[in-house]
């Protein structure tokens, strides 16, 4: 079985983990083991299985395609509130927004003296 087992697992370039290998081992040979067999000899041979991550890129565009173009046309400003230990910003949409940073503005300033 150990030999059958590590002739699929070479002939698939070690691509594959103790389910696809049971499965290969029905198609090409006919064969069949039960999974669990499969996984316990792979680990006395200390066969394992390549992982395959999905690479994602992390640069950034320079092109600047990722803003998104203003439909809405809405008027966004951004508040800074406070100076912390970080910086904290308010954006607002409207006029609400206007006498939300106002009213945190005098509760900061109120706590901070």
Known sequence: ?????????????SKYGYRQI???LLQD?????????????????RLRSRILRK?????????????AEN???RE???YHIGSGDGEKYYFSTGLHGIFRVA??????AFFSS
């Open 71 to 73: 439909v809405l046309q």
């Open 22 to 24: 049971q499965i290969f």
């Open 29 to 45: 040979y006919e064969v069949w083991i039960n999974h669990k067999k499969v996984l316990r000899l792979m680990q006395d041979m």
């Open 76 to 78: 966004i400003v951004a």
């Open 103 to 108: 009213m945190l503005q005098s509760v900061l």
């Open 55 to 67: 690479y994602r890129s992390h640069s950034v565009s320079s092109t600047g395609g990722r803003v």
């Open 1 to 13: 079985m150990k030999d059958l087992i590590n002739v699929v697992y070479k002939k698939y370039d």
